[in-house]
Nanobody, 124 residues
Framework: QVQLVESGGGLVQAGGSLRLSCVAS????????MYWYRQAPGKQREVIAG??????????YYADYVKGRFTISRDNAKNTVYLQMNSLKPEDTAVYYCNAIVKTERFMGSRNYWGQGTQVTVSS
C-alpha cells in the first residue's frame, strides 16, 4: 500500500557530501514522522535523524555522532524526506534506510514502513 524509495547514495571521499532522498507513495492519508536509519556491516540498524511531525517546524532529532554534519528536512507536499550529509567520515559507511510512520486512512492507526536502503561508502 505504501512504498518508500531512497536515492542519492554512492561513493564519496572523506570530507565530501551526499544528499539522500526518500519519497513515499501509495495510499497515504498522513505521515506523522519520517526517519533515517543506517546499518553498517556487522552492526545493528540505528536511527540517526528524525523529523517527528507533519508540520514544517516540527521537532527534529539527531544522533550525537551526526549533529552538526547531517541535516534532515521534509517536503510534506511531496511526501519526501532528505538527509544532507556533510563532512562525511569512513565510519559513516553503511546502508541508509528511510522509515515513515504512515496513516493510510483517516480513522485507521498508523503503521511503520521501510525503504529498501541505499548504500553510502566513504573512502579514506
Amino acid at each position: 500500500q505504501v512504498q518508500l524509495v531512497e536515492s542519492g547514495g554512492g561513493l564519496v571521499q572523506a570530507g565530501g557530501s551526499l544528499r539522500l532522498s526518500c519519497v513515499a507513495s501509495g495510499r497515504i492519508f498522513s505521515i506523522s514522522a519520517m526517519y533515517w536509519y543506517r546499518q553498517a556491516p556487522g552492526k545493528q540498524r540505528e536511527v540517526i535523524a528524525g523529523h517527528a511531525s507533519d508540520t514544517s517546524d516540527g521537532s527534529i532529532y539527531y544522533a550525537d555522532y551526526v549533529k552538526g554534519r547531517f541535516t534532515i528536512s521534509r517536503d510534506n507536499a511531496k511526501n519526501t524526506v532528505y538527509l544532507q550529509m556533510n563532512s562525511l567520515k569512513p565510519e559513516d559507511t553503511a546502508v541508509y534506510y528511510c522509515n515513515a510512520i504512515v496513516k493510510t486512512e483517516r480513522f485507521m492507526g498508523s503503521r511503520n514502513y521501510w525503504g529498501q536502503g541505499t548504500q553510502v561508502t566513504v573512502s579514506s
